[in-house]
């Protein structure tokens, strides 16, 4: 990693993940294989920062520590990278343990659990889904009637007025970075 941390893919520890190596990561990793619109890919970064959001916004009254999990929903594509889904379920079963092993190193790492309980999980879910149709109607071709039936009508309020506009990845970065480190000081 740029840290200079040496981290063990197949047996990751949580001393060798860095949010800043995370930070980077995500945010020169473009989502939707990089076939959006715009002058810079839409990084998973940028996406994680999307999701933080709407989980918050759907979900006012659950604590920092969730919504941290929601920015970190995506943490081990920092270094396995953002698969399509239909490539995750050829690859099969290990893809799915390589994830699950890299992000309870990641929540250790930051003072969450191993494993996020499965209510908190599936707000998070419902925000990335949300998150999917935003970018699917404004940045990736989809009409609205395919990104309804790929990823579900999202609740009129919590998508109205929200407009994706990717950006450099130096910039997503910072932001991110600026975003961990505010739900660290809210914990």
Partial sequence: MLSGRRLDLL???PVDIE????AHGLAFVARWNGQTLGDWP???????LLVEELFAAANPKEPPRWRLAALL???PEYVIGDMISPVKAAVGPGYGALDERLTAA???RF???ATIPAPVKKAIKAADRVSAWLEATQIAGF???EADRFFGTPPGPLVAGRRIRPRPP?????AYLARHAALLAAL
């Fill in 111 to 113: 003072g969450l659990p």
């Fill in 73 to 75: 929903h995506d943490a």
């Fill in 11 to 13: 047996d990751p520890t």
């Fill in 170 to 174: 130096v910039e997503v970065r910072e």
């Fill in 106 to 108: 990641v929540h250790i």
């Fill in 143 to 145: 009409s609205r009637a």
């Fill in 19 to 22: 949010i800043e190596d995370i």
């Fill in 42 to 48: 839409y990084s998973v970064a940028e996406h994680s």
